[in-house]
C-alpha cells in the first residue's frame, strides 16, 4: 500500500511527464520576415471565401423556406449537415496534415468547398431539397478541414505572433460573412433570383482554392529543405497523452460556439419576425457584430499577444455572451431601432474576445508535430456538439411560434448553453491555474517557445 508521500511523488511524475512532452524549442526554418505575412495574407482570402459561402444561406433562411416549402427545422437541417460529417472529419484531415502534411490536406479540403457550394446551388436552382443538403454536408467537410489546416499553418508560420494572426483570420472570415451578408440581400431585392445568390457563392469558392493553390506552391518552395517535425507516435493513441487542460479547452468551444453559431444561423429570421426588420436591413443590422469582431480581433490579438491571460479572457467573454441573450429574449418587440443595433454591438465585442482568446490555447497545451490533431480533434468534437444546436434552435422556434413567432425562447436557449460554458471557462481558469498556468502568464508563449 503506497504512502501518502509515494502518492504524492507518483501524482508529481505524472503531472511532470504530461507537461515535459512540450516542444521546448520551436524552429522556424525561415529567415524572411514578409514570408509570414505573405503566408497570413493567403490564408486570410482562402477563409474570407470560405465563410461567404458559409453563410450563404443566412439571409435567405424565409425565402429558402418558401422556395423548397420547407419548416425552420428542415430549414436549421442545412446547418446540422454541414457539422454531421464533421464529427470525424476534422481529425482525419488534422491526422492527414500531421501524417503526410498539410499541402495535401489543404489542397483537399479547398476542392470539398467548391465541390459542395456547387452541388447546394444546383439544389437551390432546382429546388431539390435533398441535393441541397448534401452539397451542405459535402462543403461541411472541407470547410471545416480547411479551418484545422489554416489554424495549424497559422500555429507554425506566425509563432511570434500567434493571438493577433488567428484574429486577423478570424476577422477575415467575419468579413466574408458581413460581405455575403450585405451584398446578396441588395442583389436578391434588385434582381429577385434566388439561386444566383448561391452561384456568387461558387465563384468565391474558386478564389478559395486559388488562393490556396498558391499558398502550397509557397511553402513547397520556402520549406524544400526543411524536414517537417514529426509527433511522439503519429497515430491516433496519441491523442490520449493530451493533458486535461487540452479537454477542458475542447469541451468549453464547443458550447460557446453551439450559442454564437445557433444564434447566427437564425438571426436574419429574428429581427425580420421579431423587430420586423427587411431583407436588406437585416443584412446591415447582421454587419454590426461583424464589424466588432473584425476590429476586435485585431485589438484584442494585439493586446492578448503581450499579457496573456488567455483563460481569464475566455471567462469574461462567455459570461458577457450569456448575458446578452437573457438580455435579448427580455427586449420589447417594439424596441427602438438604436437598442437592437447596440446589442448586437456588444454580442460583437464578447464574440470577439472568445474568439481571440481560445484558438492560440491549442497550440500551448498540445505535444510539438501534433498540433494538426489537436485542432481536429477539437472540431470534431465541437461539430458533434454544433450538430444539435441549429436542430435544438429549430424545435424550440417551431414549437413557440406563438411567442414573437418562436423568437422569445430560443435566446434563452442560447442563454442555457452560454451558462454550461461559462462554468467550463471556471474550470478551464481553475485547471490551468494551479498547473503550469500555460494559458494565464504572458510569457506563456515564451516558455515553450524557449523552454521555462
Known sequence: MKTDKETSETASDLEETTYNTFPTKTEQPYTSKVLPLVILVLSCIGTFCEAFCYENPTPFQTQIEKSLSLSTT?????FSFYYLPNIIAPLLFGYLADSCGRRLAFILSASL???GQFLFAVGITTKSYGASITGRLLFGVGAEAYVVVVLECLSFWTFSFIAISMGINSASQRLGSALNDFMLPRIYESTGKLALQFWIGLAFAGVCILATIILVAIECYSLRNHSRPQGESMNFSAIFSFPLLYWVLTIFISFVY???ISFNTIASGLLQTRFHFSVSTS???LCIPLAVIISGNILFGFLIDRVGRYSLCALVGSVGLAASFI??????NSAPAWSVYLWFAFYGVFCSLIITSVWPCIKFVVPQGLTSTAFGLCFSIEDAVLFLGPFLTGLTIDGTKKNSGGYFWSPVLFFGICVVASG???????VDYRREKLLHDRDATAR????S
Open 74 to 78: 428542415k430549414y436549421n437541417m442545412l
Open 113 to 115: 468547398i467548391l465541390g
Open 258 to 260: 453551439m450559442g454564437m
Open 283 to 285: 443584412g446591415v443590422v
Open 327 to 332: 438580455v435579448l429574449s427580455f427586449l420589447p
Open 424 to 430: 467550463l471557462s471556471v474550470l478551464l481558469f481553475v
Open 448 to 451: 515553450i517557445d524557449g523552454g
